[in-house]
DNA sequence: CGAATTTGACCCGCGC
DNA sequence: GCGCGGGTCAAATTCG
């Protein structure tokens, strides 16, 4: 729903209407040549420019009205579609199993079923719930479970050896690889894995190498796990959706835009990469945060890609990054233009409240 | 022999 | 409507 894209609220509050006059006066006292009529036209001209003030100024209280209207109902739409979700999420959930049937599942025999997973299972429960249902209905919970997934989304990056082509990221939890893909924007392959310690665990994960450094490995984590870890990770921290929140890995929560410090490593963005290993390492240059040590099974370093972390605590009082941080977050709030209305707003509202209570304006 | 992995085929959403 | 590309399935293969 992207319809803070169908207005442009942002306002160009930069009006200097005193720029042009000072210019034109420096312009005629560089040259040395103050004629009579040179100034008629400078007084002529901040007449003008006088006018046009008046006129901006007006024209700006109108947008500013129009603006405080657009963001109420804004606000009055989203608090309408936050209660819709929230009543949606019960339908949702029974359908976020998944839609899709191939046609050889409808005519497969109860043996191949059995093959399935608890998903598979689930869909064949919930499929028919949501039949009943209109297809309106059905598109709109499709929707809504996006959206659901999308909230639960965490992108962990780790540093491995380039030569390891096996994508296997060892996390304490037990995976069952069921595909495999090579990708338009990036040649090397990426692999699909699902939770495979509980059978109704819907937690999946892509995981494909960096394109900028084939050392990397990015995973993908969708969903949560509804179980506990079934072992400690081999190296590093774990990297699932449960201890992420405690790590603070990169979780995208809702739509990307909400998310003040990106960190995807596909973005093109800075990255803080912690490698929670190595506790001196610090690549000053692109403020990654190298924390390593060596892993008692593999040798490979896992890099966790945060915003900021518990173990990397140290580094969040360096003074270059909090210097990055705050460079991210205003950059990121400049850009999300429902900041920048609510920002307007606010502003408008607060002028509006002040004149009404001194009479002016 | 059962479990895990590989891999080609299939499905479906999306852009043109 | 068609083609493309990402995601998933499931038969074949490999591994322990």
Not at 21 to 37: N, P
Not at 122 to 133: A, I, K, P, Q, T
Not at 146 to 162: G, L, P, R
């Amino acid at each position: 729903m992207e319809f803070t894209s169908l207005v442009d609220t942002s306002l160009d509050l930069s009006f200097r209407p005193r720029q042009k006059v000072l210019k034109q006066e420096v312009q005629s006292d560089f040259t040395g040549l103050s004629i009579e009529r040179e100034n008629m036209v400078v007084k002529n001209e901040a007449g003008d420019l006088l006018e046009e003030l008046n006129r901006v100024s007006s024209e700006n209280k109108k947008l500013t009205e129009m603006l405080t209207v657009v963001c109420e109902n804004y606000n009055a739409l989203r608090n309408q579609m936050m209660e819709y979700m929230s009543t949606q999420n019960g339908v949702a959930e029974d359908t976020s199993a998944g839609s899709r049937k191939r046609k050889a599942e409808s005519i497969s025999n109860p043996v191949n079923n059995n093959n399935n997973n608890n998903n598979n299972n689930m869909d064949v429960v919930h499929g028919r719930s949501s039949e009943s249902s209109s297809s309106d209905e059905e598109s709109c919970c499709k929707k809504l479970r996006e959206e659901h997934i999308k909230a639960k989304v965490t992108i962990v990056s780790m540093k491995t050896d380039a030569s390891d082509t096996s994508l296997i990221v060892k996390d304490g939890y037990q995976w069952r690889k069921y595909g495999q893909k090579v990708t338009r924007d990036n040649p090397c392959p990426r692999a699909y894995f699902r939770c495979s310690f509980a059978p109704g665990c819907p937690v999946k994960k892509k995981v494909q190498r960096s394109i900028e450094d084939q050392s990397i490995v990015v995973a993908t984590y969708e969903g949560e796990h509804n179980h506990p870890q079934t072992s400690k990770p081999e190296s590093g921290p774990s990297t699932n959706t449960s201890t992420a929140s405690r790590l603070n890995v990169t979780t995208i929560a809702g739509t990307t835009t909400s998310v003040p410090c990106s960190t995807t490593l596909n973005s093109s963005g800075p990255t803080i990469t912690l490698d929670l290993t190595a506790p001196k390492t610090v690549e000053k240059r692109d403020m990654k945060m190298n924390h390593s040590t060596t892993s008692p099974t593999s040798g490979n370093s896992i890099r966790t890609t945060t915003t900021t972390s518990a173990a990397g605590g140290e580094y969040q009082n360096r003074p270059e990054f909090q210097q990055f941080l705050i460079e991210q977050m205003a950059t990121s709030l400049t850009k999300d233009p429902s900041f920048k209305a609510a920002l307007a707003a606010a502003i408008s509202g607060k002028i509006l409240q002040h004149n009404n209570q001194t009479g002016r304006w």
